[in-house]
């Protein structure tokens, strides 16, 4: 059974569910470290860099752990709780770019927060004070979202052209190196770590350039102490040949990093084709025929060759710009009564989709949010889409007790079978509206869903019986993992397009985009219990 939650802003007492029993959420320490099974002559793969284990009451990585699940149970915070959070500091931000100055997941080690900015600096702070330990200086402008990764004593991350590395303890520059093929590339995301490997994704776009002609979404995998490759992983199937027209099409990429499992295997979510919707010369994507493989799939590699293992395409000559590019989230689910490893996965077509994680077979499929107009050729008129480019599931869900949380959003966009109305840019995002479901992981059931006044961009973060989202209003929810009911509210100086991480007692949450607040303030807060 199921039931839907209308959420409105500051009225968090008015909501039709009584309040369940506590179901602590688990996240077992192998799913953050990964390995082998016991008694393997072989070296052991799938394992997390070793000061994830050591931080686990922290926030050690992008999705805190190799199965993306971002959730913890090592944390005082819980139904009990929550209410009792507070401000505790802030650290501000300067500057800003199209989709604001943060938004990507702060990562705590070893009592110190390390973050990226949308200006790609990196920042060490003290995690009791918010004071600066150190700070490393790239000002060089990322479309995002970007982030950091720790491993071996190095933070890892990227400007729009290099993947780099830096000492943890001062943020000197340890390696770079320069990934893009040409001026229409670029990099986005949070690198992954596993094995002594970094691994990390060009996409065709960057802050001057986004989906024109030539560009190519590759997959690296690098030596973590060197940079140097050790396979690399095109995410369009015929290279830079890109669907037979490399002058017009684009394609392929990733935005987050992807999950890794005990089997060594790296599942990859990957985004879309282009030209988006189509030109004039070129309708409905007429210069790329076919499906435009690998985009919008979910693909499975080894993790030690890049060997693909298999993969699932969700939409096949994707016209609407419905990247498959949520990060895929790990779990076991009873299939015929055996625990079976399950791959999920979602993207901005608004759908929920989970497979055997051996063989990509499907399983389910749920969808969330308003949908109109989504499939099938896009007439020569202006029709109204839902979603729309900024629609659909567009940041990370987290998985606890057996649950899955879904943030998404209902914003359309007006385009033909030749492009959109206006600038993907100049959309008013105070227009779009959010909610956020939790589905059974095993069967797709909605369990519970809440509707937002805002768009949810603001991803899911489970801390044992609480799961946390915020909206682009710069509003922060936390919301009971069972019912759904509405625990804690509470607002940010700013607008939210990032994802919240949890330390210990402590709620860190980057408010760093416009909102359509008048006067933001552009912050790092922390809210502690104490």
């Known amino acids: 059974m199921s039931s839907t939650n209308k959420i409105r802003t500051g009225n968090r007492g008015k909501v039709a569910l009584a309040r369940a029993a506590v179901v602590v959420t688990a996240v077992a320490i192998a799913g953050i470290t990964g390995g082998s099974a016991a008694g393997d002559s072989a070296s052991p793969v799938g394992q997390a860099p070793p000061e994830w284990g050591a931080n686990a009451g922290a926030w050690p990585a992008h999705n805190y752990d190799l199965a993306n699940t971002r959730a913890t149970v090592q944390s005082p915070i819980n139904s009990q709780t929550v209410s009792n959070l507070k401000v505790k500091w802030s650290f501000p931000f300067k500057g800003a770019s199209a989709f604001g100055i943060f938004a990507s ?48 004593g190095l933070i890892y991350g990227a400007t729009e052209t290099n993947v780099f590395a830096l000492d943890a303890q001062t943020g000197a520059m340890v390696w770079t190196r320069k990934l893009i093929r040409n001026s229409q590339e670029g990099i986005d995301m949070t690198p992954q770590l596993y094995d002594g490997t970094v691994l990390i994704s060009t996409i065709p776009g960057n802050t001057k350039s986004f989906y024109k002609g030539n560009g190519d979404g590759i997959v690296w995998a690098l030596d973590a102490t060197t940079g140097q490759t050790q396979w690399t992983f095109n995410t369009v199937a015929d290279g830079a040949k890109l669907f037979g027209n490399p002058k017009i099409n684009s394609g392929g ?30 309708p409905n994507g007429s210069s790329r025929p076919g499906p435009d493989l690998y985009t919008d799939s979910i693909v499975a590699l080894d993790g030690q060759t890049g060997q693909r293992l298999w993969f699932q395409q969700t939409v096949p000559h994707d016209l609407r710009d419905y990247d498959l590019q949520i990060p895929a989230i790990l779990t076991t689910v009873p299939i015929g009564g055996v625990p079976t490893e399950a791959v999920l996965v979602a993207g901005k077509m608004g759908k929920v989709f989970a497979y055997r994680a051996d063989d990509g077979t499907p399983l389910w499929t749920q ?4 949908h109109q107009h989504d499939t099938g050729p896009l007439p020569r008129k202006a029709t109204t889409l839902f979603p729309g480019d900024y629609g659909g599931v567009e940041t990370p869900m987290a998985l606890g007790g057996g649950s899955l949380f879904v943030p998404w959003n ?86 939210i397009n990032s994802f919240p991480a949890i330390d210990g007692d402590t709620l860190l949450v980057g408010a760093g985009t416009s909102g359509g607040i008048k006067k933001p303030h552009f912050e790092l807060v922390a809210y502690s219990l104490q």
């Open 105 to 152: 997941t702060p990562i705590v080690l070893n009592g110190t927060v390390y973050l990226q900015d949308l200006n790609s600096n990196v920042y060490a702070l003290d995690s009791d004070t918010g004071a600066v330990r150190w700070r490393h200086m790239f000002n060089k402008p990322s479309i995002g979202p970007n982030g950091v990764a720790f491993g071996s």
């Open 367 to 370: 969808s969330v949010g308003k």
């Open 410 to 495: 209902d914003f359309p966009v007006h385009a033909s079978a030749t492009g959109i109305s206006g600038s993907l840019l100049s959309q008013n995002f105070s227009a779009g509206k959010g909610g956020f479901t939790a589905l059974d992981a095993a069967t797709g059931n909605v369990l519970w869903q809440n509707k937002l006044p805002s768009l949810d961009l603001g991803a899911a973060t489970v801390a044992n019986d609480v799961v946390f989202t915020s909206t682009y209003d710069g509003t922060i929810y936390a919301f009971d993992t069972q019912t759904g009911t509405t625990l804690w509210t509470t607002k940010a100086p700013a607008g």
């Open 253 to 282: 990429g990733l935005w987050y990093p992807p999950s890794v499992d005990s089997q060594g295997r790296v599942f990859i979510s990957v985004a879309n084709p282009a030209p988006l919707y189509g030109t004039r010369k070129f």
